[in-house]
């Protein structure tokens, strides 16, 4: 007989069937009860002994974004078997941006909750996680940064742009200026119909820099993809290579123990931020990086974000900073293309999924080609970072502008506030011919923030006051709690922290107030003296929205502010809660 090998005295860990055993008070009978349940689906043990690979299914007749599901599980499959894994698919919440009431920021933390709790309830030595829709891939994210097994990101891919009377279109720019010229009454009702058929030409996410491109090009960057994993549209061939690749390289993740908390590095963070910015990305990545930094116990920096901004210009041509749709960047080598020209900039030893660092894996993508969807940094399309943060008392938590989609003359302007209390306000005056607003005003809305709505939906991209667009006033200077779409453009603040629905400064804004932006001096001032402000909060003092159960209820009592993610208090990492109790 052989000589028993050596141990330390512990069991190895469980790994496949074995992982995350059901209670039974008796684990050999719970795997045997495991395997057996299984075997009715036709399993052998061969297959049942190889690493078990989840696939997260997010599949929905409302999610057209995921439209491609079906074949994106089939090609993940063919990975996992080609490489001696055994791949399981599973059901979670499907979130679609057009589907989701009140908001999809409302849905994405109970979807994140789900994904991590169903990645610990069932046996699965890594994970691929594939989404696209904007809410989805960071809820995916922030679920597996909990559950912190081997994961991998697949992301559905963008949809094919269309054509409207030979111009070239695609969601969702080309729709809200397509609905801002019908709102200004230079297009009909025909036209406008015409239109709504073309915008979306297939399957997929929005075609232009929104958030799902956004959160496709960070997941890259940050190192949870395949090289390539962004850009690929969601209907072509190269997408489903990816989609194989990825199953892959899922099997070499469950052997490698590579863990998330290992590549969700501040470095990683670091690098995502920087590409954020060069790409000119969705302001909505703030909040969804925040969220991710959260489960893994860092913090995004909004002044270290800022400092990064006025030294990384924006070099994606892409709308609605540009001209271009994601399929023209994957023509253009995708996102290794950005990355090449940001290589100074970046933390290139951070590590990656695919087992190697950025730097190295960049290296093994080749040198590029000549192209003109990525600009070099002596001809960026914006020079300085696509996003800035603006403090004053206003907002002293921040807040936030996407400087390299707005009127650049509107970038130092002190107008009138006009003031809409809320949704509600914002709707049935808006379009009141009556409305006392002038081209130089400011729009204010209130109440549009993480508790204020709930769920702090897109409706910081606040329209043009009809009488006012019908005289050609194609933007504003617009100040909320709220977010913003990022395939919207104007001169818009966001994030207003803290909100108006907690007592915020924002909350105590009068139509006729004086409002002061400065985006150079990263400003946003209410000309209000704080005598003035503290009498307002005596005489109207804000009551904390409520809800009496549900779902809701544990949203209101538990959701955090713009500056952490819109998370849960409870979700975030142990080390954070700590610090902010």
Wanted: net charge neutral; hydrophobic share 40%.
């Amino acid at each position: 007989m052989g000589k028993k090998p050596q141990t330390d005295g512990k069991a190895p860990p469980a790994a496949g069937m074995r992982r995350g055993l059901t209670s039974y008070g008796d684990q050999g009978f719970s795997l045997f009860l495991r395997k057996a349940f299984i075997k009715g689906a036709g399993y052998t043990d061969d297959a049942l002994a190889r690493p078990v690979i989840g696939i997260v299914n997010t599949g929905s007749a409302y999610n057209p974004c995921h439209g491609n599901m079906p074949q994106l599980i089939e090609a993940v499959k063919r990975g996992i078997m080609l490489a001696g894994g055994l791949p399981m698919d599973f059901p979670t919440i499907s979130i679609h941006e057009s589907f989701a009431a009140p908001t999809s920021m409302y849905l994405r933390n109970l979807m994140s909750m789900d994904t991590e709790e169903m990645i610990r309830a069932q046996p699965m030595d890594a994970v691929v996680l594939i989404g696209g829709c904007d809410k989805t891939v960071p809820a995916q994210l922030m679920g597996a940064a909990s559950a912190n097994i081997p994961a991998i990101q697949l992301i559905t891919g963008s949809m094919l742009t269309g054509a409207h009377r030979g111009e070239r279109v695609g969601a969702c720019t080309d729709c809200r200026r397509y609905w801002a010229r019908y709102r200004a009454e230079e297009i009909d009702d025909d036209e406008i119909a015409d239109v709504n058929n073309q915008l979306v030409a297939s399957v997929g996410t929005c075609s232009v820099m929104g958030t799902a491109s956004t959160m496709a090009c960070i997941a890259e960057a940050i190192g949870m993809t395949v090289p390539g994993g962004a850009s690929p549209p969601a209907v072509t061939a190269d997408r489903i290579r990816v989609a194989e690749e990825t199953g892959a390289r899922a099997v070499q993740l469950a052997h490698s123990g590579l863990t998330v908390d290992k590549i969700l590095t501040e470095k990683a963070f670091d690098n995502a931020l920087r590409v954020l910015l060069a790409i000119g990305g969705s302001t909505n990545a703030i909040v969804h990086l925040a969220a991710i930094a959260g489960r893994v116990g860092l913090e995004i920096d909004l002044a270290r974000l800022d400092r990064m901004g006025r030294e990384t210009p924006v070099l994606l041509d892409l709308k609605p900073s540009g001209s271009h749709y994601m399929e023209d960047l994957h023509k253009a080598g995708g996102v290794a293309t950005l990355l090449r020209e940001l290589k100074p900039l970046l933390h290139l030893d951070a590590i990656t999924v695919n087992g190697v660092t950025l730097g190295e894996q960049l290296e093994a993508q080749g040198p590029g080609f000549a192209q003109d969807v990525v600009r070099s940094f002596g001809n960026p399309i914006y020079p300085q970072g696509g996003l800035a943060v603006l403090r004053g008392n206003l907002a002293p938590g921040g807040a936030i502008i996407k400087q390299s989609a707005a009127d650049a003359r509107l970038m130092e302007h002190e107008g009138r506030a006009v003031v809409f209390d809320n949704l509600q306000d914002l709707a049935e005056r808006i379009d009141d011919e009556a409305l006392d607003v002038h081209a130089d005003d400011m729009l204010v809305l209130k109440n549009i923030g993480p508790l204020g709505a709930p769920g702090m939906p897109e409706a910081g991209y606040i329209p043009i006051p009809r009488k006012l667009a019908r005289q050609g006033v194609k933007d504003m200077v617009r100040i909320s709690d709220g977010r913003m779409s990022g395939t919207a453009f104007g001169s818009i603040v966001l994030h207003v922290t803290p909100e108006a629905a907690i007592g915020g400064p924002l909350a105590y804004v009068r139509t006729g107030d004086r409002i002061r932006l400065s985006v150079s001096k990263r400003e946003i001032s209410l000309l209000v003296s704080e005598q003035e402000l503290a009498r307002r909060a005596q005489e109207r003092p804000v009551a904390k929205p409520a809800a009496g159960r549900g779902y809701r209820k544990l949203f209101l009592e538990n959701v955090t502010q713009a500056d952490k993610g819109v998370d849960f208090e409870f979700l975030r990492a142990e080390s954070l809660q700590r610090k902010t109790t």
